[in-house]
């Protein structure tokens, strides 16, 4: 029974941590990075297709991207579709190709991001805590129902809290490398 819950619990915690990381995936360093086009919708024979199904994205250099239509006959579609995701960059169309330059992030700005941020890691804590909240429920009522003794409860209570608390150590760890790269120049 308890295998069972852990693993629920693991899973739900593995699924905030992975959502932490897609959410600060998209957080522009001032650096390209791919990852920072995947809300950009192309509207392809009438159909919003994300970008990297459309065209081919690279970073030639660590300050522009490379946006490479797989037909010729989008790449209006792909200029217009970056203008309209705001992304705070220009889209260069020379014909064949969409270039893209990540501008720098002045201090103030990083610092303002650095405090969004914090307010994600913080959302991924609560989603944490959450999953052990719902794993201790359940093993109390186990105990209530009496399928469990009060010493099994105790143990896999504690179980459970060092789970959240390396969980928790991984939010914290991730959080602080996504602050050292913004904060970095």
Not at 14 to 19: A, G, T
Not at 108 to 134: C, L
Not at 174 to 181: H, M, R
């Amino acid at each position: 029974m308890f295998e069972s819950l852990k693993e629920q619990t693991e899973q739900s915690m593995h699924k905030s941590l992975n959502s932490l990381n897609d959410e600060l995936k998209k957080v522009r360093t001032g650096r390209a990075n791919i990852n920072m086009l995947d809300s950009v919708k192309v509207n392809y024979y009438g159909n919003p297709s994300p970008l990297n199904q459309v065209a081919s994205v690279s970073c030639p250099d660590s300050k522009t991207f490379l946006v490479a239509p797989w037909e010729a006959s989008i790449l209006k579609d792909i200029e217009a579709a970056l203008i309209k995701a705001n992304l705070g960059m220009a889209p260069q169309n020379d014909g064949k190709v969409i270039r893209l330059k990540v501008p720098e992030l002045t201090e103030e700005r990083r610092k303002d991001m650095v405090k969004s941020i914090k307010k994600t890691v913080e959302d991924a804590r609560v989603s944490v805590r959450k999953a052990r909240k719902d794993a201790n429920d359940n093993i109390k009522q186990s105990q209530k129902s009496k399928d469990i003794g009060e010493d099994e409860e105790k143990v896999f209570l504690e179980k459970i809290q060092s789970l959240t608390d390396d969980f928790i150590k991984k939010v914290d760890a991730i959080a602080e490398a996504k602050e050292k790269e913004l904060l970095t120049f």
